[in-house]
């Protein structure tokens, strides 16, 4: 009998998070998709704290129009941006359990391009 959907996803949750940890110099970009919003954090998790964070339900990103896709993007720009202002322009990128394409490679498309590197 195999895993379940969420039990398979905790194991890579953990799995990932075992190899990329964040520390002040290279933080932890921490990916959640929901079925209708995505959310990005940058965090150092020696601290315990969440440097920079940006959502779908940001005031500026929510009222553009485009599909899930292009606001996952824009969502990636935007953390980029705020990291960038904040000093951070490396950090280890935690897909959080998901598969890498669609949304979590759009958004991590969208931060590489605004200067963030992984």
Same mark, same amino acid.
């Given at each position: ?5 969420? #039990? ?32 990005? #954090? =940058? ?5 315990? =704290?969440?440097? =920079? ?11 553009? +129009?485009?599909? +899930? ?14 990291? =960038? +202002? ?33």
């Amino acid at each position: 009998m195999g895993l379940s959907k969420t #039990q398979r996803k905790l194991r890579i949750r953990r799995r990932i998070r075992k190899v990329s940890s964040g520390t002040a110099v290279r933080p932890r970009l921490s990916v959640f998709r929901s079925n209708s919003e995505i959310y990005a #954090q =940058v965090i150092d998790d020696v601290n315990g =704290v969440t440097l =920079v964070s940006a959502s779908s339900r940001d005031k500026d990103i929510a009222k553009v +129009k485009g599909n +899930k896709t292009e606001i996952a993007a824009l969502v990636g720009k935007t953390i980029a941006e705020k990291s =960038v +202002k904040a000093g951070l322009d490396k950090v280890a990128f935690d897909r959080g359990g998901n598969l890498y394409h669609g949304r979590v490679k759009s958004l991590a498309d969208g931060a590489r391009e605004a200067g963030l590197k992984f």
